[in-house]
C-alpha cells in the first residue's frame, strides 16, 4: 500500500501569511505545479481564492491551497518561508523532485 500524505506547511509560513493578510483583503497562499521552468515542473506560488476542489491547509485563520492536479506532485512536500540575505520567499522542501534548479522554483521527477 502506497500511503500518500498532503503537504504539510510550516508555522513560519503561516505567520508569513498571516502577516501579509494583515493589511487586509485575506487571501489564501496557492502552491501549484506547473509544466516548464528550466527542470521540467516549476511552482506558481501566489495569493488566491479557494476553488472548490482544492485541499485547504488552515491555521489560525491562515489558507494554504493545493489544486488536485498539483497534489500527486507535492505528496508528503513541506510549504515552509525563507528569509535570508539575497531575498525572503515560500519555498517547497518536496521529497518527490529527483532534481532542482538553483533558484528552487523548478524541479524534475
Known sequence: MDLQLPPKVTPRAFARLAE???GGGAKALR???EGGG???FQY???LDDPA???LVLETSGQKVLVDPVSLPFLQN???DFSEELIGARFVIENP???SSCGCGT???L
Do not use: E, K
Open 20 to 22: 501579509i493578510n494583515a
Open 31 to 33: 502552491v501549484a505545479v
Open 38 to 40: 528550466c527542470s521540467g
Open 44 to 46: 506558481d506560488i501566489r
Open 52 to 54: 472548490p476542489d482544492d
Open 77 to 79: 512536500a513541506v510549504i
Open 96 to 98: 518527490n523532485a529527483s
Open 106 to 108: 523548478s524541479f524534475s
